[in-house]
């Protein structure tokens, strides 16, 4: 039996896809604890997990007004930092509690990663969306060296040596990176060596598919296509809706809002296409299902994860500034009616299915703890993305 610690930020859409995983390895005989905010992190959790709590503040993105690098800078500044060095005392706490033989580190909670490299345990990178999978500043050589800068900071504050700083990442792990999502979404260049992409870690969901046959006696015969308003609502989200309904109106379909609170689960079994603004969880669950997107971003990795959609030819993409309800109703219509949207939408499923989802990331986590059992305490290899 093993000990694996998962530590997470507190975003939902990066704790979600580990809580399949960590069943997968309690129902294999293993030790599971998770570790981040409790204000985000607990009620997402199996109940009666073992949770260790970080007490921390939740820093917010101050971007407004800001533009390509100057973004980046502050979400740096502002978010990744920040969040990781308020972060390590609690991560250390809850590995000096735990015990792990291995640390499984979401690729946005960075204080995970630099706790097991200054205590020589090994760790997994997880990766919960596409936008994480390549390098977005690749084309920004000093930006890039700059963030490598502030990691190198980072990991010698935490007491990592700084020949070991120089040479480690820690947001690409050299034991095992896991993405969960299919390779068929991934960047065709960027990608560090030897990524596992298990698919969408969506777990069985047994309760969801329970609850959803109510809603699937209130559906008619007529297509189905789900908005999905984002957990936020803003002016941008409430354009799009108006525009939407304006355009299913005259299409004749019937829709229904995709929430947390909503049967998703049977309402995409049913649906003919989703209209989003493109959060990485909703398509992760829209082409579980083979379902096409019309995709209409507005920041952060929504532009990222729209275009890799695009590029596996599984959406449309609509620019909301200026779209008017002819043009995204014919986006709409082509994601409910053009045979290569659906057959693409099927090929990603397809794709995430054969990567085998949470059972895969399991199986690979178990045998990393299987093989560093046998050396513990190794040193941290060389981490440098292809």
């Given amino acids: 039996m093993s000990r694996f610690l998962f530590v997470v930020p507190p ?6 896809p580990t809580v399949p995983v960590g069943v997968e ?30 007490q ?75 936008a994480e999978v390549g390098d977005p500043v690749a084309s920004l050589p000093l930006v890039a060296r700059w963030i490598r800068g502030l990691l190198g900071d980072l990991l010698v504050d935490v007491g990592v040596p700084a020949g070991v700083a120089a040479d480690v ?19 065709a260049r960027g990608c560090p060596r030897g990524v596992v992409f298990v698919g969408p870690s969506l777990g069985d969901r047994p309760d969801d598919r329970h609850h959803s046959s109510v809603a699937a006696s209130e559906l008619g015969d007529k297509p189905l296509v789900l908005l999905d308003p984002g957990p936020l609502p803003t002016l941008a989200t409430v354009r799009l809706l108006a525009l939407a309904s304006q355009a299913l109106a005259r299409i004749g379909a019937q829709t229904a809002l995709l929430t947390a609170e909503s049967p998703r689960a049977n309402l995409l079994d049913r649906a003919s296409a989703v209209v989003t603004h493109g959060g990485q969880a909703t398509v992760d669950e829209a082409l579980a299902h083979g379902v096409p997107l019309v995709l209409a971003p507005l920041g952060g990795e929504q ?26 109703q014919a986006a709409i219509e082509a994601a409910m009616f053009d045979p290569t949207l659906r057959a693409g939408a099927a090929r990603v499923r397809d794709a995430g299915v054969r990567a085998g989802g949470h059972r895969v990331a399991a199986e690979r986590m178990e045998a990393l703890s299987a093989a560093t059992l046998t050396h513990p305490r190794t040193p941290v290899p060389r981490s440098v993305p292809a």
């Fill in 25 to 54: 390895l309690a129902t294999r005989g293993h030790c599971v604890a998770w570790s981040g905010h409790p204000e985000v992190v607990r009620d997402l959790l199996p109940t009666g997990a073992a949770f260790l709590p970080i």
């Fill in 169 to 187: 990442d820690p947001r690409f792990s050299p034991y095992l990176v896991v993405a969960f999502m299919a390779e068929a979404l991934a960047p």
């Fill in 11 to 16: 975003w939902a859409r990066h704790v979600t």
């Fill in 56 to 130: 921390s503040a939740v820093p917010r993105l101050q971007s407004q007004g800001r533009r390509g690098p100057a973004v980046v800078r502050a979400l740096w500044e502002d978010v990744h930092l920040p969040l990781a060095q308020d972060m390590v005392p609690g991560v250390a706490a809850a590995v000096d509690t735990f015990r792990p033989d291995v640390v499984v580190a979401d690729q946005q909670a960075l204080a995970g990663a630099a706790v097991a490299i200054e205590r020589r345990l090994p760790w997994v990178t997880t990766m919960a969306s596409v």
């Fill in 303 to 328: 532009p990222i994860v729209a275009s890799q959609v695009v590029s596996a030819g599984a959406g449309v993409r609509v620019k909301l500034g200026h779209l008017r309800v002819d043009d995204l």
